[in-house]
């Protein structure tokens, strides 16, 4: 059974190599007191090392007439490579706990960024999120489950999602997988093993101006997306016309401009006096070479809650996450350019999400998610 090591200067399920499963939660504190809020952060994070190792809630003996420690369902299943993130909503910096001042500029909300308009406030947003990741379902929801039922008093589930067969691959050892629609994602993903994009694009760096913000040295922000996507019109498309849309073949995934998987896209090609790359391609518009520079680690999944009982479609789609040192200046820029022009809009539509502050590592017991925050 795989263990991801719980401690460390950065949270796990940031770089590490994607697993095949999710739950994440979004979660409102419902108390005032900023005292009983870091007690169950604490709370979080010595169960978070247990769950990571494999191990209950406690190995206490159970008294009569108690409600058992640990739930028990992971009873015997192991850890299969767990990792558990949490992250501080831009809610939580309201004037609730006295925090407004230690919120950083990163944490500002986004507002409606086009292609916004159909989000659900019931599928978006929240104080606290967990970004609960392993190889197998039950052991992510036994973890999601345990700190839920462990935040009571102090915190309530707002939503939550389930998400299935890693959409993007976060290390050049993993084999690229593939979305609901056909194609690999994940092929220009930043990868684990690319340390100076890691440094330079995912982790918030230690600055000695940071001042009230310091907190967040070593953190990184979390940005999840619930993005519906009209399966039963894309499958009527042309071949020729999805890979028109990302600027990649499907088969192999090689940018239409020649090559295998991981050739570098050719922005400049021409044929018959038009671009190869479509101007509205996904992948155009989502490059680093469209957007400044800017670049982000994907770590989402494919996700399905069945039927919709309205359309009688299937309710299924990418539950995106990515991960960045400045969502302003990463998601945002990169997700307004693919909200106003990207081709793939006619087929999905963003439908909930959310952003969160991600704080460094718990760097052993008595440390917790956050300790330099509260
Ligand atoms: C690339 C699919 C939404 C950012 C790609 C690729 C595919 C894909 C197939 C090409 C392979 C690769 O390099 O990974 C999708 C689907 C989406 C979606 C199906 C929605 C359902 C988004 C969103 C963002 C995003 C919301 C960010 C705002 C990127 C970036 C790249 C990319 C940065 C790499 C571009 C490059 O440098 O070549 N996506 N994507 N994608 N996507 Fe998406």
Redesign the pocket.
């Known amino acids: 059974a795989a263990v991801v090591p719980f401690y460390g200067s950065t949270q796990a399920g940031i770089t590490t190599a994607q697993q095949e499963r999710l739950m994440f939660a979004s979660l409102d504190v419902t108390t005032t007191d900023v005292q009983e809020l870091a007690r169950m952060l604490g709370r979080w994070a010595a169960m978070a090392a247990r769950f990571t190792a494999g191990r209950p809630v406690s190995d206490s003996p159970v008294r009569d007439e108690q409600p058992p420690f640990d739930t028990g369902e992971a009873e015997d299943l192991g850890p299969h490579s767990l990792t558990i993130t949490v992250g501080f909503g831009p809610s939580l910096f309201d004037d609730r706990f006295g925090l407004a001042d230690r919120m950083p500029p990163e944490l500002t909300p986004f507002g409606t960024i086009p292609g916004d308009a159909v989000m659900k406030p019931g599928l978006s947003d929240g104080d606290l999120c967990i970004q609960a990741c392993a190889d197998d379902p039950q052991v992510v929801f036994h973890a999601i489950r345990n700190m839920v039922r462990a935040a009571r008093g102090t915190a309530v589930l707002r939503w939550s999602q389930l998400g299935f067969g890693r ?2 691959a976060t290390g050049a050892g993993q084999v ?1 997988p593939r ?3 056909g ?7 930043i990868h684990a093993d690319d340390v100076t994009a890691v440094q330079e694009q995912v982790f918030v760096p230690a600055a000695a101006d940071a001042g009230p913000t310091a907190w967040m040295a070593g953190g990184s922000y979390l ?1 999840a ?1 619930k ?1 519906r ?1 009209e399966i039963e019109s894309w499958d009527t498309d042309p071949l020729t016309d999805q890979e028109r849309i ?3 073949t499907k088969s192999s ?1 090689a940018p239409l401009t020649g090559g295998e998987e991981f050739t570098p ?1 050719d922005f400049a090609a021409q044929a018959d006096g038009k671009p190869v790359i479509d101007v509205a391609s ?2 155009r518009l ?4 469209t ?1 400044g520079g800017a ?2 680690l ?1 770590r ?1 999944y494919n996700y399905t809650d069945g039927q919709d009982p309205d359309t009688g479609k299937l309710a299924a ?2 539950f ?1 996450i ?1 991960f960045q040192r400045d969502p302003q200046t990463q ?1 945002k820029a ?2 307004t350019r ?1 909200g106003r022009s ?1 081709a ?1 809009n006619e ?2 539509a ?1 439908i909930g999400g959310g952003l969160w502050a991600c704080p460094p590592g718990v760097s052993g017991a008595g440390d917790w998610f956050g300790k330099g925050l509260l």
């Open positions: 959409a993007s690229t979305n609901l629609f194609f690999k994602d994940g092929t220009n993903n940005v997306r993005i996507m990302f600027g990649r995934g896209i996904h992948v989502a490059a680093p070479e957007n670049r982000l994907r989402g789609g990418l995106f990515a998601f990169i997700q693919l990207d793939l087929y999905i963003h």
